[in-house]
């Protein structure tokens, strides 16, 4: 079945190290986004990728980096620079605009960092 | 920020009709209204989305008002599963998607 994977479900991380969050997609779609969500909170917009080797921030991109190396997988590094990096994290695929009328966005199960 | 406004939470009857509203007043000619739950924990779900028409799918029904200013997702049979967060959200035209606080729907026995 095609679907969206983040890996791992769970993440600690000490202060001052970098982590990375996979996500990958085997639904062939164009776009691909991470949202960062804070208890009872909705979703924050992070990064978004519309096509390989091209990405936006969003709206809290600081402290944070990907890549679009691939059009299956859009990698999350959390870099040091971020203050308050524990959150739940969740990463999305979809197909173009132009294309829109055939659905939605797909999200991942979430990866849940912690910094200790 | 958000292009939509949504009730801070709703309770339901398990079996009765829920009927979810949402303010989106600014809303331009071309973009489309969505609708996702995200229960617990979870990533959201897609449940439907419209245009201009009313749609209704396997799981809900989406309501659009002809001046397009505001709409209602209604599940017609509300199951305790049901319960979660229902967010309301205009694609805009760069392709995001701007997520709300969204509505906590209460389903009860």
């Known amino acids: 079945d095609g679907g969206i994977t983040q890996s791992p479900k769970y993440l600690f991380r000490k202060e001052g190290q970098n982590v990375t969050l996979s996500c990958e997609q085997n639904?062939?779609?164009?776009?691909m986004y991470w949202y960062r969500q804070d208890p009872g909170q909705g979703l924050r917009l992070i990064y978004y990728?519309?096509?390989?080797?091209?990405?936006q921030k969003g709206d809290i991109a600081e402290g944070y980096s990907v890549s679009r190396e691939k059009k299956e997988s859009f990698p999350l590094t959390v870099t040091s620079a971020q203050k308050n990096p524990t959150a739940f994290y969740l990463c999305a695929s979809s197909i173009p605009l132009y294309r829109v009328g055939l659905g939605g966005y797909t999200f991942g199960s979430g990866t849940r960092l912690t910094v200790v | 920020d958000a292009k939509t406004t949504q009730p801070t939470s709703m309770d339901c009857a398990e079996g009765r009709a829920a009927n979810l509203p949402c303010n989106h007043s600014t809303i331009s000619g071309n973009e489309y209204v969505y609708w996702y739950r995200q229960i617990h924990s979870q990533g959201p779900q897609y449940i439907i989305h419209g245009l201009k028409n009313n749609e209704t799918n396997e799981m809900a029904s989406l309501i659009i008002t002809e001046d397009r200013k505001s709409s209602t997702l209604i599940l017609p049979h509300a199951t305790l599963r049901d319960t979660a967060v229902y967010y309301c959200i205009v694609r805009v035209g760069s392709d995001k998607l701007i997520f709300g606080t969204g509505t906590r729907l209460q389903v009860f026995p």
């Open positions: 990728s519309q096509i390989v080797n091209d990405f």
């Open positions: 639904l062939n779609h164009d776009a």
